[in-house]
Structures are given as structure tokens and as C-alpha cells.
Nanobody
Framework: QVQLVESGGGLVQAGDSLRLSCAAS????????MGWFRQTPGKEREIVAA????????YYTNSVKGRFTISRDNTKNTVYLQINSLKLEDTALYYC???????????????????WGQGTQVTVSS
């Protein structure tokens, strides 16, 4: 099974940019549809973006369209989330997740993902 480790979070100001990384080990990344989720205290985990196995399909939740970009480098076993124009409401714990059941397209529900990282905190200040 795959192990996922996120990095790249931090304390930033509104309007700044960050690039989150998710390093996969223990398996071949191209076997998995990958997603980025985020969660704040008291709220359910929500999908932010997802990318199909060979990057042919991407998905973004409406609130991040035009600001977030998901990408993957299967040769480096790494998935990225480029976050631009950060807003206060982007503050959350960001998780990387892997789905090893879907063969095409992407899933948008957390229940569709089988493996999760520990998360990386993104805090946006004004």
C-alpha cells in the first residue's frame, strides 16, 4: 500500500502563494487517482482538487477555481497543489489522498479515497 507525506504548508499572508507537495512511497503513484482535501475544526473534510492517474482529468471545487492548480509527476511519485492568491478562508489542514479503485476520471468524495497522509497546515493571515 502507498504511504503519503504532505509538506509545504505554513503561515502566510493573504495574497501569497504556496506549493504543497505530497510524496508517495511504497507503491507506484500512477496506480492512484490523487486528491487534495482540506478540513477546519468543526467542519467536514472537503475536496479541493483531484487529478486522474495520468493527469488527463482534473477537478476543482468552485471556491478554488482559477487559484489552485493540481499536478503530478509520476516519475517523482509526487503530487503538487499550487495555491495562489491565498484567502483567509483557505486556512485549513490540507490532506493528500489516494484512490486505488477508480480506473478513469476522478472521485470527489472522501469515501472514495483509500489512503491518506497526515496533513499539512496552511494558515492565512490578513
Amino acid at each position: 500500500q502507498v504511504q503519503l507525506v504532505e509538506s509545504g504548508g505554513g503561515l502566510v499572508q493573504a495574497g501569497d502563494s504556496l506549493r504543497l507537495s505530497c510524496a508517495a512511497s511504497g507503491s507506484i503513484l500512477s496506480r492512484y487517482v490523487m486528491g487534495w482535501f482540506r478540513q477546519t475544526p468543526g467542519k467536514e473534510r472537503e475536496i479541493v482538487a483531484a487529478i486522474s492517474r495520468f493527469a488527463g482529468t482534473t477537478y476543482y471545487t468552485n471556491s478554488v477555481k482559477g487559484r489552485f492548480t493540481i499536478s503530478r509527476d509520476n516519475t517523482k511519485n509526487t503530487v503538487y497543489l499550487q495555491i495562489n492568491s491565498l484567502k483567509l478562508e483557505d486556512t485549513a489542514l490540507y490532506y493528500c489522498a489516494a484512490d486505488n479503485r477508480r480506473t478513469g476520471g476522478v472521485g470527489t468524495g472522501s469515501h472514495e479515497y483509500d489512503y491518506w497522509g497526515q496533513g499539512t497546515q496552511v494558515t492565512v493571515s490578513s
